[in-house]
C-alpha cells in the first residue's frame, strides 16, 4: 500500500473532495451531515491499475469519515450487490488515465478486491453479499466462510470493540464470532475480517420465529413447538461468561450503588422525567429507594455495550457473540459499567422482540396477544437470570443477593426506556 496524497494536485484533491461527497449523499445516515464541510486528509492506493481501489478518509464537522473508492475503465461492467443501486460517484484522473469512481463496497468484484488486500490472500470466486450499510459501517459477507466490515466513522487509536474482540479472542474466550484480520491504517482500525460460522441465526431472528409460532398456536410458552426458554438460559450462560472473561482480560473497578443510582436518575429525568414521577413511576420510586438503603459496591467492567438479541448470533455450536460496541468517554477513554447492565440491555430486548412480534401478528391489539407475549417474556427473563447467576464465578462481579441483583437490573432498564423516549421525542 503506497501513501500517494502528498503527490496530488490541487486539482486531483479538490475532485477527491467531490467524489467524497457525492458518496456521503449515498449514504441516509449522513443525510444531516453538511457537504460544505468536508475536508479529505488521507488517500491511499490499496490496488493500482483498472480496476483499482483507494482508500479515503475526510474530516467532517469535526468527525473523521472513511470511504473505499473502485475505479474502473470507463464502459467497464460495474457488479452491483443491490439490484437497480446507482453507485457511480463520478470521475478521477491518476498515473492511470481517465477513471469511472463506484463506492467499492457495493461492487462484487471491487469488494473481493479489498478483501484480498485487507488478508494478503489471492481473491477468491465467493458469492457476496452486502448485508448491511448504515453508520456503524458497512458488513460483506463472502461464500460461508468470512465476513468484512469496514467502519464509515472513524475514532482515533484503536477501535474499542475491534480490541475488545480481538482481545477476548486471544484469552481463549470462544463465544464470539473470530477476527481473522485487522485492517488498521494511520493508527486507526477502519475495518476488520471475521469468520462466519455454520448454522448462523441472528438472536432476533430465533426469538421471532419463538413468538410466531407462540402466537399461531395460542398455547403457554412452555408448550409452544418453538419454546425460547431453552435458549435463553444458555444465551444467560454465555453473557456470563463473557463477563468472566472481560474481567480478566480488561480487569475491574468498583462503583458505589448511591453513586450509580444518581447517575441512572439523571439520564433518565434528562430524557423523559415521567419515568420517574406520577402514577407510571411508583414502583420505579419505590425500587430505587430500597436500594438507596443498600450499603454496596459493585465491580465494574469494560462491558459489551448495547448488548441485544441482534448483537447475538445463534450456531450450530451454540451461543456467539457477534460484535462489541463497548461505551467511552469524551476523551475516548472506554467506560466502565456493572456487568448487569449488559443483563439489563439483554433484558430489554426480550421485552421488546415480544412487542415486535405481537405488534406484527396483531397490528390493531384487539386479539389480546400481550398476555402471551409478557407470559414469554416472564418465561426467558427468569430463564436468562437464573441461568447468568448460577454460573461458576459470576457472583463476584454481582451483587450476592438474588433480589438486590434484579432490583439493579429493573433500574438500569429505566436507561433504555428513557432513551427510547429521547428518540421519539
Do not use: C
Not at 467532517?60 to 443491490?82: K, M, S, Y
Not at 471475521?194 to 413468538?211: C, D, P
Not at 444465551?235 to 463477563?243: E, F, K, P, Q
Request: negative net charge; proline residues 4%.
Amino acid at each position: 500500500m503506497t501513501p500517494i496524497f502528498s503527490d496530488l494536485t490541487q486539482t486531483r484533491q479538490d475532485n477527491l473532495t467531490e467524489l467524497f461527497v457525492n458518496w456521503m449523499a449515498h449514504r441516509p445516515f449522513m443525510e444531516d451531515v453538511g457537504g460544505d464541510d468536508v475536508r479529505v486528509v488521507e488517500m491511499e492506493v490499496l490496488k493500482r491499475g483498472r480496476p483499482g481501489l483507494v482508500d479515503v478518509v475526510a474530516e467532517v464537522g469535526g468527525r473523521v469519515v472513511h470511504a473505499v473508492f473502485g475505479i474502473l475503465r470507463p464502459g467497464d461492467d460495474v457488479h452491483f450487490l443491490r439490484s437497480g443501486e446507482e453507485v457511480v460517484l463520478g470521475v478521477f484522473e491518476d498515473d492511470d488515465g481517465l477513471g469511472v469512481v463506484i463506492d467499492a463496497l457495493h461492487d462484487a468484484e471491487l469488494a473481493s478486491l479489498l478483501l484480498s488486500v485487507v488478508t494478503g490472500e489471492d481473491p477468491l470466486d465467493e458469492g457476496v453479499v452486502l448485508v448491511s450499510d448504515n453508520e456503524e459501517g458497512t458488513v460483506l459477507t463472502f461464500g460461508e466462510h468470512r465476513s468484512l466490515r469496514v467502519f464509515s466513522w472513524l475514532a482515533e487509536g484503536n477501535d474499542l470493540g475491534v480490541d475488545m474482540m480481538v482481545s477476548l479472542d486471544d484469552a481463549g474466550f470462544n463465544h464470539l464470532a473470530a477476527p481473522l484480520a485487522r485492517w488498521r491504517r494511520g493508527g486507526r482500525d477502519v475495518g476488520v475480517v471475521q469468520e462466519l460460522l455454520a448454522g448462523s441465526t441472528s438472536g432476533w431472528a430465533v426469538a421471532l420465529t419463538s413468538l410466531r409460532d407462540l402466537y399461531g398456536s395460542g398455547v403457554r410458552p412452555e408448550d409452544a413447538g418453538g419454546d425460547f426458554g431453552p435458549e435463553s438460559k444458555a444465551l444467560g450462560t454465555m453473557t456470563a461468561r463473557m463477563h468472566l472473561a472481560l474481567d480478566q482480560v480488561f480487569g475491574r473497578r468498583v462503583v458505589d450503588l448511591a453513586q450509580l443510582l444518581d447517575e441512572v436518575e439523571k439520564v433518565v429525568r434528562d430524557a423523559d422525567a415521567s419515568l420517574l414521577e406520577g402514577a407510571s413511576g411508583e414502583h420505579v420510586a419505590e425500587t430505587i429507594s430500597k436500594l438507596r438503603g443498600v450499603d454496596l459496591r459493585l465491580p465494574t467492567l469494560r462491558v459489551h455495550g448495547d448488548f441485544h438479541l441482534g448483537r447475538t448470533i445463534r450456531t450450530d455450536q451454540g451461543w456467539v457473540v457477534a460484535d462489541f460496541m463497548p461505551g467511552a468517554d469524551s476523551a475516548g477513554e472506554p467506560t466502565f459499567r456493572p456487568p448487569l447492565a449488559d443483563v439489563a440491555d439483554m433484558l430489554w430486548s426480550l421485552h421488546n422482540v415480544a412487542a415486535v412480534a405481537s405488534l406484527e401478528r396483531d397490528p390493531t391489539g384487539r386479539s389480546g396477544l400481550s398476555s402471551l407475549g409478557g407470559a414469554w417474556e416472564k418465561r426467558n427473563r427468569r430463564a436468562f437470570m437464573s441461568a447468568y447467576l448460577a454460573t461458576p464465578g459470576i457472583r463476584g462481579l454481582v451483587p450476592f443477593d438474588r433480589d438486590i441483583a434484579f432490583k439493579v437490573v429493573a433500574v438500569l432498564e429505566l436507561v433504555h426506556a428513557a432513551m427510547r423516549a429521547d428518540r421519539a421525542g
